[in-house]
């Protein structure tokens, strides 16, 4: 399973979400899910996503 740390762009050492396992965007709204259930949403666009690292950047 692939699990991914969400981070603002602008801070990377502020984690949004840890542990996502789906997200969904839905024009500048993305629903971040981890893999508790737990989901988060945030305006902005996703600015970069290394799926085999494991980390998404968000503009926020």
């Known amino acids: 399973m692939c699990l991914a740390t969400v981070v603002n762009v602008n ?3 502020s984690i ?3 542990y996502v396992s789906k ?5 500048k709204r ?4 981890d893999v508790m259930g737990e989901q988060r949403t945030i ?3 996703i600015a970069m ?3 085999t690292g494991g980390r998404v950047e968000i503009n926020c």
Do not use: M, R, S, Y
């Open 43 to 45: 305006e902005g666009t």
């Open 16 to 18: 949004i979400l840890e």
């Open 11 to 13: 801070q990377p050492d």
């Open 30 to 33: 993305i629903t971040l899910t």
């Open 23 to 27: 997200i969904e965007v839905n024009g």
């Open 49 to 51: 996503a290394d799926l």
